[in-house]
């Protein structure tokens, strides 16, 4: 499936990143990361700092000049903690890493895409993004939009050999958690998936040209609870925010 292909990894340099490249190299996947910082799996690079508009639109310039089989956009960035204690620059860079830049890239691979007459674009997001969490606002609410904007392409690009995948993982054991996620994650009980696993899980939903990829029980159960009833899911949250804020008042 992924021998000769050209792929495209954002955020490729992190844990999570350097498992999926890897994978995906062993496969005989061309793989080339687009993060900030060199990655050590060994993969081709593109150094861009896609948390700001100009980052942005100079990544999107470089990848457009090349086609690419598979697209995947993995990189993401999180605050957890009280909305107004996230400052303007952090809170611009998360819906521009989680949202902005998967929807400007996408646009930028689709003429190559159109024109060898398929490909996929890959969307890695999150059980947040459905199940919105009080502390996450904004990666959470960035996560739903990367959701929906997948849904939508995937409706546009009907007919034309271009699948898109969206995934949805639950909270993963990698750097991107803060001590105080550790924390909640802790008093709360909340499932932290390994990384090892989730990088297989993602590589087998890209190599199966998944549609929506929900990991995690109940969590995947939860999402569409919460799609139908979402004040069930309000209450059956509420002792857990209750937690969480405890933790901003020391």
Do not use: C
């Amino acid at each position: 499936m992924f021998k000769d292909k050209n792929v495209l990894l954002t955020g490729g340099a992190g844990g999570l990143g350097s498992l999926i490249s890897g994978q995906l190299m062993e496969e005989g996947a061309r793989v080339v990361v687009l993060d900030r910082v060199q990655p050590a799996s060994g993969a081709a690079f593109l150094q861009h700092d896609i948390s700001t508009a100009e980052g942005i639109e100079a990544a999107a310039a470089a990848v457009a000049r090349r086609h690419w089989d598979i697209v995947i956009n993995l990189a993401g960035i999180q605050h957890f903690g009280p909305f107004e204690r996230q400052t303007s620059e952090h809170l611009t860079a998360s819906y521009m890493v989680n949202l902005i830049a998967p929807v400007r890239l996408a646009q930028a691979v689709l003429p190559t895409m159109k024109a060898a007459g398929g490909g996929q674009i890959v969307n890695v997001g999150s059980i947040l993004g459905s199940i919105n969490f009080a502390h996450f606002v904004t990666y959470s609410s960035a996560k739903a939009g990367l959701r929906g904007f997948s849904q939508a392409l995937r409706r546009e690009l009907s007919g034309t050999g271009i699948d898109v995948t969206y995934v949805a993982p639950r909270a993963v054991k990698t750097a991107l958690n803060s001590p105080a996620v550790l924390e909640f994650a802790k008093l709360t009980q909340m499932n932290m998936d390994p990384p090892e696993l989730i990088a297989r899980r993602i590589v087998e939903a890209v190599r199966g040209r998944k549609r929506d990829v929900y990991f995690g029980f109940p969590e995947s159960l939860f999402v569409r609870i919460n799609a139908i009833f979402p004040r069930l899911v309000d209450g059956a949250l509420s002792a857990n925010d209750r937690k969480a804020a405890r933790l901003f008042t020391r």
